[in-house]
């Protein structure tokens, strides 16, 4: 473990596994004290936390559906009320749907926006409501919001993560003066349940990447390490790629 997070409180939403679970991880490695979110794999979150104790680290794991306003209120309340601070919100949960257009249900339409963006949004709202001088707030998006990925059916999950591009400029305005920083981690290829390095769309996907390889979650992880620490009192407004040359 290191100390360059020491003393700080941070919330990884969606932590429980893949990109969440190595977020969760790096910032208590760093010195954090940990609470993540889980929607239906408490075995995993209990994991994530096992793991983080056992390296010495301090860890919460609360069950929290980002779909759920009262439920993501609850879980920033619960982080404060149980670990005594918040001074970093990793805005992680989110979900991908790749349905042609014409196809698209208005019940998939309105759970993206539940959990990609509207689940951002009440996180925030909540957290900076006990963030002093030196906050942070961290979103996951996607580098689909500026370059589609080279196959049809992510116009919806570009929507949305278009709309965290947007909401973080606007924040870090917002924010500014408050000495709370807002920026998000735009990732590209990166090798999770959700697109594995072996699953179908493996081969097209490396074949447009500039590395010629999915990235891993630890790498992701060092980003957002970066951006929580002091090194990055300067950085807000970016939107920041890390997605092996895939817009290149």
Do not use: C
């Not at 009320?81 to 257009?101: H, Y």
């Not at 993560?161 to 290829?189: E, H, M, W, Y």
């Amino acid at each position: 473990m290191t100390t360059t997070l020491a003393g700080k409180v941070a919330l990884v939403t969606g932590g429980s596994r893949g990109l969440g679970a190595a977020i969760a991880k790096r910032l208590a490695r760093d010195g954090a004290t940990v609470a993540l979110t889980y929607t239906s794999s408490p075995q995993k979150a209990d994991e994530v936390v096992r793991d983080i104790e056992a390296a010495g680290g301090k860890a919460l794991a609360i069950r929290a559906d980002s779909a759920d306003v009262e439920a993501v209120k609850h879980a920033v309340a619960e982080t404060v009320n149980t670990l005594g601070r918040l001074d970093i919100l990793v805005n992680n949960a989110g979900v991908a749907v790749v349905t042609p257009i014409d196809q698209f249900s208005i019940e998939e339409f309105d759970r993206l926006v539940a959990i990609n963006v509207k689940g951002v949004f009440v996180a925030t709202q909540e957290a900076i409501r006990h963030m002093g001088e030196g906050g942070r707030i961290i979103m996951i998006g996607s580098v689909n919001s500026d370059l589609i990925s080279p196959f049809a059916g992510l116009s919806v999950y570009a929507l949305t993560k278009g709309a965290i591009a947007s909401f973080t400029r606007g924040l870090a305005r917002d924010l500014g003066s408050r000495g709370i920083t807002v920026n998000n981690i735009q990732p590209g290829p990166i090798d999770t349940d959700m697109n594995p390095a072996d699953g179908d769309l493996a081969a097209v996907m490396t074949r447009v990447t500039a590395l010629g390889r999915y990235g891993q979650g630890d790498e992701v992880a060092g980003m957002v390490s970066y951006l929580a620490s002091p090194e990055a009192a300067f950085v807000t407004g970016a939107n920041l790629k890390i997605d092996g040359g895939f817009t290149a």
